[in-house]
């Protein structure tokens, strides 16, 4: 059973990326899945997140207006669209699977290992 997330890179303030979070010994429609981030010297940090059924999603007001998540059920994927992207989203973003959305990381079962996201002129 793992996740990676992948997709992460270094992009210029105002730029696009699109975050890849896959899985492997499981599929990601029975879990929600949530989107963190963790900052240089900071605390892990909850910034969007898509219910199992529903597929309501949930964004931190930070990034509410330019952050998209999203699943692609047949391929076995959640995807994290990252619009209008400024430097203060550079952190290490991480991708979770849990059984409803929630910002507290105890309440996730499984962790990707990370990918960084650099926003920099």
């Known amino acids: 059973v793992q996740l990676q997330a992948s997709g992460g890179g270094l992009v210029q303030p105002g730029g696009s990326l699109r975050l890849s979070c896959a899985a492997s010994g499981f599929t990601l429609d029975a879990y929600a899945i949530g989107w963190f981030r963790q900052a240089p010297g900071k605390e892990r940090v909850g910034v969007s997140c898509?219910?199992?059924?529903?597929?309501?999603?949930y964004n931190v007001d930070s990034v509410k207006g330019r952050f998209t998540i999203s699943r692609d059920n047949a391929k076995n994927a959640v995807y994290l669209q990252m619009n209008s992207l400024k430097p203060e989203d550079t952190a290490l973003y991480y991708c979770?699977?849990?059984?409803?959305?929630?910002?507290?990381?105890?309440?996730?079962?499984?962790w990707g290992q990370g990918t960084q996201v650099t926003v920099s002129s």
């Open positions: 979770a699977a849990g059984l409803g959305c929630s910002w507290y990381l105890a309440e996730y079962d499984y």
């Open positions: 898509i219910s199992i059924s529903d597929e309501k999603t």
